[in-house]
């Protein structure tokens, strides 16, 4: 089975959701989600201090952790869409993908990122050089 792209994108976002409702990572949290059936998991707006709120920073992170993930899975589902019917992934893409990555790595240093997201952008753009250099 050959690895690509969006082979990869999908992987990640599969195990970002999935790593988000284990126990170690943000289970209590989607435990407590499981109480109201994942519906209100948040009171919006009114959390923010701008609005005299507290936000739930831990329900936030473990929101946004596990629907990342979901995000990504379709983007990982047209790249290989792509690939498979042998279209070669814009290269705007791949720079907006590289810079959203660079923004994420700059932020928080020691995370998936960096160990994984980064390398797998990099990896993209050599790929498209790499093509490009070889169809001539």
Known sequence: ???TNGKV???TGIMHSLFAVLPLAFGKQFL?????????????LSEFPLFNGRMMYENFAA????YFGLMIIPVGILIRNMEKNEIQIPFNFI???L???LVGVYMIPFS????FM????VFMLWTHFNTKTNDH
């Not at 407590?32 to 919006?44: A, C, D, H, L, R």
């Not at 980064?118 to 952008?121: S, T």
């Open 99 to 101: 810079a959203v990555v």
């Open 63 to 66: 929101f946004w952790f596990f």
């Open 32 to 44: 407590t989600f499981s109480e109201s059936y994942f519906f209100k998991i948040s009171n919006g």
């Open 112 to 115: 998936g990122m960096t160990l």
């Open 95 to 97: 720079i907006t993908y």
């Open 118 to 121: 980064l390398p797998h952008a």
């Open 1 to 3: 089975m050959k690895l």
């Open 9 to 11: 994108l999908i992987f």
